[in-house]
């Protein structure tokens, strides 16, 4: 529980209460001191019980954390991305310089070696810690979900499986805030693409991960996007298209993204729209055969 401890001094603070308590029979101040410092985790239970005596519930337990914090986490994702996007090199590095977290410094070396063309053997961090750390978080807040959706692409498809069924399970207390919703409703369309596997590679991936691609657009429909979330909607729609292309329904999906495209355009939308259209050429160039 990265950072929660300030913010429930924070709250603690502003409720009035010492430490003792607040502590009560729950814990003892020592180890209630080290939590708020960050030196020391503690279980759902014992929050929970905190929580109670500060009479502020999970979810805004929650809120509170993040607003304070999503902010510093957008701007360090935003910066990497930037940088990767940029091929950067020079950027990744400088940005690795000054930084101390250990999830950060692998996804930066992850990303400089795919930029240098170099094997992850080459890797001086072991990433394994990273995929670890995110398998034994008992809550998957906004961090934990940028931080899978910046390295999905580069783990294997059965760890993107099963990282993108835990970050359904361990995020079901976010789904009703927009910023988590989106991020997740990303994750699984962005795990339905890979998937779905290349496009030079037929229906093998599609075929072998079909129940898990349905399950996943289901997830995405348990979030209930809201109808001002129209670009989100849109790409939903678009690679359900692409998923029926896949399945042989050339015809069917490729008139489903068309209306996508068009919809993009019509809301100005060019860059995407001509982005999807080229993923649409690469999709039909094997040229499958409808089912």
């Not at 930029?115 to 906004?142: A, C, R």
């Not at 783990?155 to 995020?171: C, E, I, Q, R, Y």
């Not at 060019?270 to 982005?275: G, I, P, V």
């Amino acid at each position: 529980m990265e950072r929660y401890g300030q913010t429930l001094r924070k709250i603690r603070k502003q409720k009035g209460l010492s430490m003792k308590e607040l502590a009560g029979d729950s814990l003892s101040v020592s180890f209630l001191s080290k939590f708020e410092r960050g030196e020391s985790d503690i279980s759902l239970t014992l929050i929970d019980q905190l929580l109670s005596r500060l009479h502020v519930s999970y979810d805004e337990f929650l809120y509170i954390h993040h607003d304070y914090s999503n902010r510093t986490i957008d701007s360090f994702f935003h910066r990497v991305n930037q940088a990767y996007m940029e091929q950067n090199i020079g950027k990744l590095e400088q940005l690795a310089e000054v930084e101390e977290n250990q999830n950060h410094l692998i996804l930066l070396e992850l990303y400089g070696n795919i930029l240098k063309n170099e094997s992850s053997d080459d890797l001086q961090l072991n990433p394994d810690s990273l995929f670890d750390y995110l398998f034994s978080v008992e809550v998957w807040g906004y961090y934990e979900l940028k931080l899978y959706k910046s390295t999905m692409l580069l783990m294997n498809p059965d760890m993107v499986l099963n990282l993108s069924h835990t970050a359904f399970k361990k995020g079901k207390r976010y789904h009703s805030f927009k910023d988590y919703k989106n991020v997740m409703a990303s994750i699984f369309l962005s795990t339905i693409i890979y998937l779905m596997g290349p496009v030079n590679k037929g229906d093998e991936m599609v075929t072998k991960y079909n129940e898990d691609i349905l399950k996943f657009f289901s997830y995405i429909e348990s979030l209930k996007l809201e109808e001002h979330e129209t670009h989100l909607r849109i790409h939903v729609r678009y690679v359900k298209g692409i998923y029926m292309i896949k399945k042989g329904q050339v015809k069917k999906g490729t008139e489903h993204v068309n209306r996508m495209i068009s919809l993009l355009r019509e809301l100005g939308c060019e860059k995407n729209a001509a982005d999807f259209e080229r993923f649409l050429k690469l999709i039909t160039a094997g040229g499958s055969k409808d089912a």
